[in-house]
Nanobody, 118 residues
């Protein structure tokens, strides 16, 4: 079992920055990758960025060059640095962990609201 707790959301003006944090606990040794997803009202949940256990990163085209995903292994925490925020980045941001050895399981955090005002 893996537990995820997000923090760092809030209200920011367009062009501003926020840093989200996802703290993992439990069987963190089994985590293969951690990603950030977001879901805006009336839209499907979409992948924003993810980072594998080997350090490889992947970004949605809409956030490339503005967002950076990173991790602190000592703290079992993954960060999402969001710069040059736009109103269309407004959404609930969720942390997701893919974990497992024989089979893989998806774990989700509770989500954190990010609101970007124009």
């Amino acid at each position: 079992q893996v537990q995820l707790v997000e923090s760092g959301g809030g209200l920011v003006q367009a062009g501003g920055s926020l840093r989200l944090a996802c703290a993992a606990s439990g069987s963190t040794w089994s985590i293969n990758a951690i990603g950030w997803y977001r879901q805006a009202p009336g839209k499907q949940r979409e992948l924003v960025a993810d980072i594998s256990s080997g350090g490889s990163t992947n970004y949605a085209d809409s956030v490339k060059g503005r967002f950076t995903i990173s991790r602190d292994n000592a703290k079992n925490t993954v960060y999402l640095q969001m710069n040059s925020l736009k109103p269309e980045d407004t959404a609930v941001y969720y942390c997701n962990a893919v974990a497992g050895v024989i089979g893989t399981y998806n774990y989700w955090g509770q989500g954190t609201q990010v609101t970007v005002s124009s």
